[in-house]
Nanobody, 118 residues
Framework: QVQLVESGGGLVQAGGSLRLACAASTSLFSFRTFGWYRQAPGKQRELVAVFTSDTSTDYAESVKDRFTILRDNRKNTVYLQMNSLKPEDTAVYYC????????????WGQGTQVTVSS
């Protein structure tokens, strides 16, 4: 059973930075994709940033040039570096890992709250 443990959320002022971390219980190379989603109150969960392969990435338009997804394969950890934070970035952030075996399996972290004050 894959486990994903997140850390790094908190309260920050607009314009500030935070780094989220998601530690996986197995090698990152086990996953087809690995990324970050977020869900604000009253809104649907949305993709923020993702590794679509070991080296390729994709971002939501709203976070391009502000957020960066990073990985440390030795530590089985994926990071989300968030700069120039805005109040609209306030949400619960979840890491997600997808495995393809006999089907597509999604694993989720427990979520970490990010609050950006104006």
């Amino acid at each position: 059973q894959v486990q994903l443990v997140e850390s790094g959320g908190g309260l920050v002022q607009a314009g500030g930075s935070l780094r989220l971390a998601c530690a996986a219980s197995t090698s990152l190379f086990s996953f087809r994709t690995f990324g970050w989603y977020r869900q604000a109150p009253g809104k649907q969960r949305e993709l923020v940033a993702v590794f679509t392969s070991d080296t390729s990435t994709d971002y939501a338009e709203s976070v391009k040039d502000r957020f960066t997804i990073l990985r440390d394969n030795r530590k089985n950890t994926v990071y989300l570096q968030m700069n120039s934070l805005k109040p609209e970035d306030t949400a619960v952030y979840y890491c997600n890992a997808v495995v393809l075996t006999s089907g597509w399996y999604h694993y989720w972290g427990q979520g970490t709250q990010v609050t950006v004050s104006s």
